[in-house]
């Protein structure tokens, strides 16, 4: 499951891709989904498939994450402005990594709401089921 979630593959058959577009560019259209899998027929669209929260929780993790390599390695103190540095730093290394974590955070959400396997060609819901026949 980890390779397909990381390669963006679809979460029903783990083999179709389910962005329009494989590159991040254009950005205007980096986090467009197709309608269908191509290859099982899956729906890939909800009303609220946005996984707005979750790229939340992923942005806070990579600053955490940048804070367990920037700290032993450059140091943070008080009395000197490193502290500003590794705002930076860290703001930097986020808005670089923001496209991949909007794609993840699309997958993680595609990932909690369908099944492997339910190839049924069904809509998601994530109020009431993991699946919703047409």
């Known amino acids: 499951m980890l390779p397909a979630l990381c390669t963006m593959k679809c979460p029903s058959c783990r083999k179709s891709v389910v962005f329009v577009h494989k590159s991040i560019f254009p950005l205007s259209q980096l986090v467009m989904l197709k309608t269908k899998c191509d290859v099982c027929g899956q729906s890939l669209k909800s009303e609220r498939n946005n996984g707005g929260g979750i ?15 920037y700290w032993p390695i450059l140091g943070l103190s008080y009395k000197d402005n490193s502290f ?10 986020v808005v670089l990594a923001q ?11 595609l990932y909690l709401y369908v099944s492997f ?12 089921q993991r699946q919703f026949p047409n």
């Open 117 to 128: 396997g339910d190839s049924g060609g069904g809509d998601i819901h994530p109020d009431t």
């Open 99 to 109: 496209p991949y974590l909007m794609r993840l955070s699309r997958m993680i959400y």
């Open 55 to 69: 790229n939340y929780a992923l942005t806070v993790l990579l600053f955490i994450f940048n804070l367990g390599w």
């Open 84 to 93: 500003y540095y590794f705002l930076v730093t860290s703001t930097v290394v």
